[in-house]
């Protein structure tokens, strides 16, 4: 199964901070059809997750444009640029290229 | 609008069999795809296994021989069977609806079930 590494584990930071997350792949996540199946989700507490951004680098409809994603084959990033206080939560890289779906263990993102 | 949202035991006692129901709205089983994610207290998210709108399924192969996605598209539901439960089979367990038109993704989730494995 393809293991995702997130860092940090936790992250604190002050409203306005522009922050991000590593997510690294134990394989490349390009498919045969040239897309990479990586996204980004985000779980407020107490509730479900949302996705945030589909395919490295797409924006989910509704999403503030303060989230980008960014990387290729091994390597991901998501992008905060200026943590609002409802941006709390923890973040989830997945990755859909191979099988099982696979979930990064987490960033928990704290508002200083 | 498109819903999902979970129904079961809130507690199941170990070694039994665990049942739960998502019920859609919004959308078509027939034409989309609906998945199960679990969730323990505090750590982080399992895909399970989910059925595509042709009816077939797919399993986490770590699980695949105590579960079993169904569903009833007359009713608007998926319905999750895990056999053999034990305490580390206490979870939030979600349903989610799965994109795959454009790319691969889950794009709506219900709210969740928690499901507590004891005697």
């Known amino acids: 199964d393809v293991v995702l590494t997130q860092t940090p584990p936790t992250l604190s930071a002050t409203i306005g901070q522009s922050v991000s997350i590593s997510c690294r792949s134990s394989?490349?996540?390009?498919?045969?059809?040239?897309?990479?199946?990586l996204n980004w989700l985000l779980q407020r507490p107490g509730q479900s997750p949302q996705l945030l951004i589909y395919?490295?680098?797409n924006l989910e409809s509704g999403v503030p444009n303060r989230f980008s994603g960014s990387g290729s084959e091994t390597d991901f990033t998501l992008k905060i640029s200026g943590v609002e206080a409802e941006d709390l939560g923890v973040y989830y890289c997945?990755?859909?290229?191979?099988?099982?779906?696979?979930f990064g263990s987490g960033t928990k993102l704290e508002i200083k | 609008q498109v819903q999902l949202k979970e129904s079961g035991p809130g507690l199941v006692q170990p070694s039994q069999t665990l049942s739960l129901t998502c019920t859609v709205s919004?959308?078509?089983?027939?034409?989309?795809?609906v998945h199960w994610v679990r969730q323990p207290p505090g750590k982080g998210l399992e895909w399970m296994g989910g059925?595509?709108?042709?009816?077939?399924?797919d399993y986490n192969s770590a699980l695949k021989s105590r579960l079993s996605i169904s569903r009833d598209t007359s009713k608007s539901q998926v319905f999750l069977k895990m056999n053999s439960l034990q305490t580390d089979d206490t979870a939030i367990y979600f349903c989610?609806?799965?994109?795959?038109?454009?790319?691969?993704?889950?794009?709506?989730w219900g709210q969740g079930v928690m499901v507590t494995v004891s005697s």
């Open positions: 395919s490295v680098s």
């Open positions: 997945m990755q859909a290229t191979h099988a099982p779906l696979t």
């Open positions: 919004g959308f078509s089983l027939t034409s989309n795809s």
């Open positions: 989610t609806r799965w994109v795959t038109t454009t790319a691969n993704y889950f794009d709506y």
């Open positions: 394989q490349s996540l390009l498919d045969g059809d040239g897309d990479t199946y």
């Open positions: 059925i595509w709108g042709d009816g077939s399924t």
